[in-house]
């Protein structure tokens, strides 16, 4: 499955997901910032979207850390 990644500098909001995003993905809020989205038949984190990414990367002169877990499986 490919990786998909897209960063709107207007809005300052960077998208990521496993595999095309779908209408159909239900959003949850994580807080920080921050919003997941979940396949709504497996009920698995297909993606994630960050609000305020320029910002929140200025503010920090180090790795940034976010609110989720994530396990990485070969395609």
Known sequence: MKLYYYYDQEADVFYFSKGKPSAKDQSKEKGD????RIDPKS???KGFTIFNF????KQR???VSLPI???LMPA
């Not at 910032?33 to 997941?36: G, P, R």
């Open 33 to 36: 910032d921050v919003a997941l």
């Open 69 to 71: 877990e994530a396990e």
């Open 43 to 45: 009920k698995k984190v």
């Open 61 to 63: 002169r180090m790795p």
């Open 54 to 57: 320029a910002r929140r990367i």
